[in-house]
């Protein structure tokens, strides 16, 4: 079954800390992998998009890691801001093989982040 | 370069009715996916337009239904509306959708209330 889990579920990090959100997926074949920030009751954001080849990628303070081969992603966050409290969510891609066709986007339940003063 | 709008931003409806949400694309985009968003479930796939033809669906039942203009814009139906159907409806556009590493934009959302 194709599913992408996310930990923590919720993480609660004071202002300039670092934190390190997980995402661990059995989507295959694999096509990317992608994070989004949400803030609340708005539409999601993407932070970035990695493919099979790449292990890493940035984005301003966060940093995207992928390793393919046990199938594990994390988001890395720099001296925190409180403007960075939202959920993240990851966000897989597989291929055509399993989606009669086209790319289908399979979503994590999300971890949300408060960063307190 | 306008994003993804989607309209009405906030909406209450009583159980039984039926409602029709809109989403425009950002020009040039073709496809237009639709997605529900609930505190339990996280974000749910519904479907996929390209072209106006649907091609992907997710596990919803047959009272969700859509369909996409020959502009791009796209609107999904609910009828006979259940108090379960309250979540944030947001959709996403691309310029393909089924591309391998196509990015894909949300709009803002529709908030639906079901009372």
């Known amino acids: 079954k194709n599913q992408v889990e996310q930990s923590p579920q919720s993480l609660i990090i004071l202002e300039g800390k670092n934190c390190t959100l997980q995402c661990n997926y059995t989507v295959s074949p694999f096509s990317n992998l992608r994070w989004y920030k949400q803030d609340t009751g708005r539409g999601p954001v993407s932070l970035t998009i990695?493919?099979?080849?790449?292990n890493t990628k940035s984005n301003g303070r966060y940093t995207a890691t992928l390793d393919a081969d046990t199938k594990q992603s994390s988001l890395h966050i720099t001296a925190s801001q409180l403007s960075d409290s939202a959920s993240y969510i990851c966000?897989?891609?597989?291929?055509?093989?399993?989606?009669?066709?086209?790319?289908?986007?399979?979503f994590g339940a999300g971890t949300r982040l408060a960063v307190h003063p | 370069k306008a994003g993804v709008t989607q309209t009405p931003r906030y909406l209450i409806k009583t159980r039984g009715q039926q409602v029709t949400l809109s989403c425009s694309p950002i020009s040039g985009h073709r496809s237009v996916s639709w997605y529900q968003q609930t505190p339990g479930q996280g974000l749910q796939f519904l479907f996929e337009?390209?072209?106006?033809?649907?091609?992907n669906k997710g596990n919803f039942p047959g009272r969700f239904s859509g369909r996409q203009f020959s502009n791009s814009r796209s609107e999904m139906n609910v009828s006979t509306l259940e108090l379960g159907d309250s979540a944030l409806y947001l959709c996403?556009?691309?310029?393909?959708?089924?591309?391998?590493?196509?990015?894909?934009?949300f709009g803002q959302g529709t908030r639906l209330t079901v009372v």
């Open positions: 966000v897989v891609s597989g291929s055509t093989m399993f989606s009669g066709g086209y790319n289908k986007l399979i």
């Open positions: 337009y390209f072209s106006e033809t649907q091609r």
């Open positions: 996403a556009s691309s310029l393909a959708g089924g591309s391998v590493n196509t990015e894909a934009f």
């Open positions: 990695m493919t099979f080849s790449e």
